[in-house]
């Protein structure tokens, strides 16, 4: 009746999983506690849990990636001290089984649990408003979106405790992933928590794709619509071009191991390298999906801090749609060891160095943006020149590893490491930070603490540099990656170092989360009244922070690229209209969330042959879609008379700001940030 599921699996003979374990288990009941003893239940469901809201579904997918972060972390501090601790004559703190458990769980956290909800999270966050939008053109895919990626990323924690994650890296390459090879649950914990989440985000790309092509505002032409909007729709036509890819590969690799199929197996006609070219034609444009949206935050902020235009609009767009496509043309660089002919090679690799120079030309745009001039020095800006610093290093590596001689000598070495983190974490990590601490009080209505936002900066750029550098020496010295032991003494010294770097991270980590502790306390005199707090240039500026449900309560008309600075130039950011009118909104659902429990338990009952399980999760999944389908009542109205009191008090908030700062006409200047301080013309 339980398949292969008994108390054997759980990992009681493992000190380290079992206090992870119980950690897991006081933070749950600590949360669920304190939501019962302040009976903050029937408010957390109606909320939050059936929102359809894209403002708070994007901050869930931004709690779920922070959470992953902290898990993700974690598994790289402790391989890091694995290395440090398993020199010649040392094994370490760790089995070679769990460090494969470790780098397999890091990478596919890192990846598919932290950038990606945390790109689409911000990207819910800033593209609706930021089009003149009120919501997603489907709120409720939206939400069964949210709840996939909740599904799958609980599958990955429940590894933890029952059975074990995979063993076989994040790339999950055949034929170590194949049942002979590997016959555990980790495998398929690794598998279902993948194709779950992977199918809520199709179904993000195919919602943002029409939300943008076809919910923009009045006036706003595709060359009208903010940088990070255009980042948002290049990386939706990504992902819906090369998710299905690795959808389909995991299946057919799901077949393998369930019914013995034989697609990815050395033998009955199977082929090993054909699961590696579909992993990889979904792995390359993945590492440009996590990046691209990045790029647009980058440049948001670089123009609103700069307090001028973006350099060079057009070309940033034409590069942004360069990266794109030719990220489809690239991914045999991943395997050029693997026995391809050098004329292969050669193309690929000549592929690959080309698109360098849309990549290049980004970063020439950015620095033509803060030439003369005068840049303010706020968090989100710090971390955009800390990612120009340390991406153009990683990227230069990369066009190194894009010669395939030399990746002949680097491959599969510690060099590699250094090289895809050099690249993730300016790129990705950084960008989402700046992104967090740049929208951030647009979210919540407050700003972040600044103090603890530059120790936090300095501690991720000065841990980062001391982590990872060391790497690139140690791939040159010939450290192949993921060893859980060597021989070579030489090695141990650098990758103490590179231990040490992993502590400053965590100061930084800590500083992270001091800050939001102090800016929750400190939330009245970090309030944003205006909802304007950095002079923004685009259109979610224009709305209250956090702003109403229904985002704007006339939909602008838009007659140029930034929209709201040419409002608040032309004196009109702040006109109110006439009269106010009925608003229609979609109305929240449960649906998501069952849809979301009954696909982890669908992915349970599969890992564990719990047959029946699965079926009746199943079932549960269509009743989910059929009732949701059948329910016509799916809108609410809000009167124009609440909306013209929501704006009411929203203008009583502006006033206010302008009597603090003594900013006597906030309407005709429209050029002051919250702490007073003018703002010279671009």
């Keep these: 009746m339980l398949g292969r599921l008994s108390l054997q699996a759980i990992p009681y003979d493992n000190v380290i999983i079992m206090s992870a374990v119980a950690l897991m288990a006081i933070t749950g009941a600590v949360v669920v506690g304190a939501t019962t003893y302040y009976g903050q239940w029937g408010y957390l469901y109606r909320e939050w849990l059936t929102s359809v809201d894209h403002t708070k579904i994007g901050i869930m997918y931004i709690i779920l990636a922070f959470v992953f972060l902290l898990r993700g972390f974690v598994d790289a501090a402790m391989m890091r001290a694995q290395q440090a601790t398993a020199g010649p004559g040392q094994s370490g703190y760790l089995s070679s089984e769990h460090f494969a458990e470790l780098f397999t769980g890091h990478g596919t956290m890192m990846i598919l649990f932290v950038a990606m909800p945390l790109i689409i999270g911000m990207i819910n966050l800033a593209v609706p408003p930021q089009i003149g939008a009120r919501d997603v053109a489907f709120p409720f895919l939206n939400s069964v979106s949210l709840w996939l990626t909740y599904a799958g990323g609980m599958l990955i924690m429940v590894s933890m405790a029952l059975g074990q ?39 993000t790309g195919v919602n943002f794709l029409v939300t943008i092509l076809r919910e923009r505002a009045p006036g706003m032409t595709l060359m009208r619509m903010p940088i990070f909007t255009w980042s948002a729709l290049i990386t939706m036509v990504l992902v819906v071009l090369a998710f299905p890819a690795l959808t389909v590969a995991l299946g057919m690799l799901s077949l393998d191991r369930f019914f013995d199929f034989h697609f990815f197996t050395g033998d009955m006609g199977g082929n090993q390298m054909m699961y590696i070219n579909m992993f990889w034609i979904w792995g390359h444009p993945e590492v440009y999906i996590v990046i691209l949206p990045a790029f647009g935050v980058f440049s948001e902020v670089t123009a609103t801090f700069c307090n001028k235009r973006l350099f060079g609009y057009k070309t940033m767009v034409y590069a942004l749609a360069v990266i794109a496509f030719m990220s489809f043309g690239v991914w045999v660089h ?66 190194m590893l894009a010669i395939p001689g030399i990746d002949y000598k680097a491959h599969n070495s510690e060099f590699l490491v250094a090289h895809f983190h050099n690249v993730l974490i300016p790129g990705t990590i950084f960008g989402m930070f700046a992104g967090y601490t740049y929208w951030f009080p647009k979210a919540f209505g407050f700003r972040l603490d600044e103090k603890w936002g530059r120790h936090a900066f300095w501690g991720w750029s000065i841990g980062f540099t001391v982590a990872f550098m060391p790497l690139y020496v140690l791939g040159a010295m010939g450290m192949p990656r993921r060893m859980a032991s060597y021989s070579n003494p030489e090695w141990t010294p650098l990758l103490w170092v590179a231990a040490l770097g992993a502590v400053i991270v965590m100061y930084g980590i800590v500083c992270q989360i001091i800050q939001l502790i102090s800016s929750i306390r400190n939330r009245h005199r970090l309030a944003d009244l ?134 006597i006409d906030s309407e005709s200047r429209g050029r002051v940030n919250i702490d007073g301080e003018p703002l010279s013309p671009g």
């Design 165 to 203: 994650f995979g063993t076989a890296g994040w790339t999950g390459y055949t034929p170590f992933s194949e049942q002979a090879f590997t016959p555990s649950t980790g495998v398929d914990y690794w598998i279902w928590a993948i194709q779950i989440s992977g199918i809520g985000t199709t179904l």
């Design 334 to 399: 991943h395997f050029f060891t693997m026995g391809q002919d050098a004329l292969r090679n050669s193309i690929f690799a000549i592929a690959t160095m080309i698109i360098g120079i849309p990549t290049g030309v980004k970063i020439y745009n950015w620095m033509a943006t803060m030439f003369r001039a005068r840049i303010e020095f706020k968090q989100p800006m710090l971390w955009t020149l800390g990612f120009i610093l340390l991406f153009t290093i990683g990227g230069m590596t990369g066009v």
């Design 530 to 663: 205006t909802g304007d707090p950095w002079g923004g240039r685009t259109l979610e500026w224009a709305m209250s922070s956090p702003p109403a449900e229904y985002n704007f309560p006339v939909i602008p008309r838009v007659h140029g690229i930034d929209a709201f600075m040419d409002m608040k130039e032309n004196g009109t950011a702040y006109q109110r209209p006439a009269e106010y009118g009925d608003i229609h909104m979609p109305q929240n659902t449960a649906a998501g969330l069952i849809l979301g429990i009954a696909a982890f338990v669908f992915g349970f009952g599969l890992i564990w042959y719990i047959w029946w399980l699965a079926i009746l999760a199943g079932l549960v999944m269509m009743g989910a879609v059929i009732w949701r389908s059948c329910t016509d009542d799916v809108e609410f109205t809000i009167p124009a008379d609440e909306v013209k009191h929501i704006e009411d008090e929203r203008f009583r908030k502006i006033a206010l700001a302008s009597q603090q700062t003594d900013v």
